[in-house]
C-alpha cells in the first residue's frame, strides 16, 4: 500500500505586517521557498506532478493562481503545474492533505505542498471588498448580523472562563518559548533566509510582562478579554513541503522526516468559529487509533489565545507539549501560509527531539478545522 512522506520542509523567516518582506510580491516570497526547496534536496523540478498552494485573499497579487506565477518565477519548467486552495486558516494545511491524497491513491508521485500569504500587499478582507461575504440566508439562519472571530474569540473566553490574565499570561509564554527557541537555533534547519532583508522571524517580542500586556485595549467589546496582544500577528510569509511515496523517496536516495498517518477535516458552529480544532482532533484520533497521550507534540494555531487554551482544556492535552517552540501569537499567522509553516516547524521539532507522533490542527473562518497527525521516520 501506498503511503505520503514528507522528505522536506521549509519557510520562510515570517515578517510583521509592514516589515521586512512587505516589499517583496507574494509569488516571489512563494518562489523563494520552491527554490531552497529544490536546492536543499537536489530533486529536478521537473519530476513534480503539482504543487498544490494554499491563498485565503485570492485578489490583487495573490490573483490568476499564484502557484503557477511561483513555479515560472521560480525558473521551474513550464511544465510543472500548480493549482491555489482555499481553506481559510487551514488553506496550506489542507493543500498538503491534497498532496498526500493524490500520492497514496497513486495519480502523482511528487508533489509539492504550501502556502504563502502577504498580508502587507494583500490586507486580509480584500477579497471582500463589503466586509461580509455572507447571504442574508445564512446570516438569518443564525440570527447574527456578521460573523466575527474576534467576537468568537470573547464567546470561547467565556464559556471556557478564561480571564484576561490567563490569555495574556498564555501570550507571554508563546513570546518566551519564542525567543528560547530563536536563540538557541531551533528553526535554523527550517528557515530559508532571505539575504540581506529577514534571516529570522520578526515579530518576537522579548522582555513583556503582564503590566506591559495590561495596557492594551480590548479590540472587541469594550469590557472584553481580546486584544492584540493576545491575538495572532498579522504577516508575511510561506512555506513549502515535498511530499512523495516512501518508493519514490527511496528511488531518489531521499530519507523522508515524517510519514502523513492521517489527515481529517472537520465543521463546527460558525458563529463561535474557532471550536474547530476541538472537533477535528477527535475526529483524527478515533482515525489513526491513537490516543491524546500517545501525541508528543502539538502545533495549535494560536488565532487567539482561547483558541489553543479550551482545546488543550476539552482535549486533556499535556501542556509542555502544545506549541512547544511558541505560536502566531509570537510568531505571526500569515493566513494561507500558516499551515505549512506550522507543519514545518513541527516536523523539524519531531525530528530534531525524537519525537514519534504529532498533531496539528488550526481553526478556520465559517467554523472549521484541519487536524493533521504525522509520524515520524
Not at 494583500?122 to 443564525?142: C, F, H, I, K, W
Not at 517580542?205 to 496582544?229: N, Q, Y
Request: hydrophobic share 45%; net charge negative.
Amino acid at each position: 500500500m501506498r503511503d505520503a512522506v514528507i522528505v522536506d520542509a521549509v519557510r520562510t523567516p515570517i515578517g510583521r505586517r509592514r516589515g521586512a518582506l512587505s516589499g517583496i510580491h507574494p509569488a516571489d516570497l512563494s518562489a523563494h521557498v520552491l527554490e531552497s526547496l529544490v536546492e536543499r534536496t537536489g530533486l529536478d523540478p521537473a519530476v513534480i506532478d503539482d504543487v498544490v498552494w494554499g491563498c485565503v485573499s485570492q485578489t490583487s497579487e495573490q490573483a490568476g493562481n499564484v502557484a503557477r506565477t511561483a513555479i515560472l518565477a521560480a525558473g521551474w519548467p513550464e511544465s510543472v503545474p500548480g493549482t491555489t486552495v482555499t481553506r481559510a486558516c487551514g488553506s496550506s494545511q489542507q493543500a498538503l492533505s491534497m498532496a498526500a491524497a493524490a500520492v497514496i491513491s497513486g495519480q502523482q508521485d511528487v508533489v509539492v505542498a504550501g502556502g504563502v500569504e502577504s498580508m502587507s500587499r494583500v490586507p486580509m478582507g480584500s477579497a471582500a471588498p463589503n466586509g461580509e461575504s455572507q447571504p442574508p440566508t445564512v446570516l438569518d439562519r443564525y440570527g447574527v448580523d456578521r460573523f466575527s472571530q474576534g467576537i468568537g474569540a470573547e464567546m470561547m473566553a467565556q464559556k471556557w472562563s478564561l480571564s484576561r490574565t490567563a490569555l495574556d499570561e498564555f501570550s507571554l509564554r508563546s513570546h518566551e518559548l519564542a525567543a528560547q527557541a530563536a536563540d538557541a537555533g531551533a528553526f535554523d534547519g527550517q528557515l530559508a533566509p532571505i539575504t540581506g532583508v529577514l534571516e529570522g522571524d520578526e515579530g518576537i517580542r522579548r522582555g513583556g510582562t503582564l503590566e506591559s500586556m495590561s495596557a492594551l485595549k480590548p479590540a472587541f467589546r469594550e469590557d472584553g478579554v481580546i486584544h492584540a496582544g493576545n491575538a495572532s500577528q498579522i504577516s508575511d510569509g510561506a512555506a513549502a513541503l515535498l511530499v512523495m511515496c516512501s518508493q519514490t523517496a527511496a528511488e531518489h536516495g531521499f530519507t523522508p522526516i515524517a510519514r502523513v498517518h492521517t489527515a481529517v477535516v472537520a465543521g463546527d458552529d460558525p458563529v463561535i468559529m474557532l471550536t474547530g480544532p476541538i472537533a477535528a482532533t477527535a475526529k483524527a484520533l478515533e482515525r489513526s487509533g491513537l490516543t491524546i497521550g500517545d501525541i508528543g507534540a502539538f502545533e495549535i494555531n494560536e488565532a487567539f489565545a482561547p483558541v489553543p487554551l479550551a482545546w488543550q482544556i476539552e482535549t486533556g492535552a499535556d501542556a509542555d507539549r502544545v506549541n512547544p517552540l511558541g505560536g502566531a501569537i509570537a510568531v505571526g499567522h500569515p493566513l494561507g501560509g500558516s499551515g505549512a509553516i506550522l507543519m514545518t516547524r513541527l516536523v523539524h521539532h519531531m525530528r530534531n527531539n525524537g519525537i514519534r507522533y504529532g498533531l496539528q490542527s488550526m481553526c478556520e473562518a465559517g467554523g472549521m478545522a484541519n487536524a493533521t497527525i504525522v509520524e515520524r521516520l
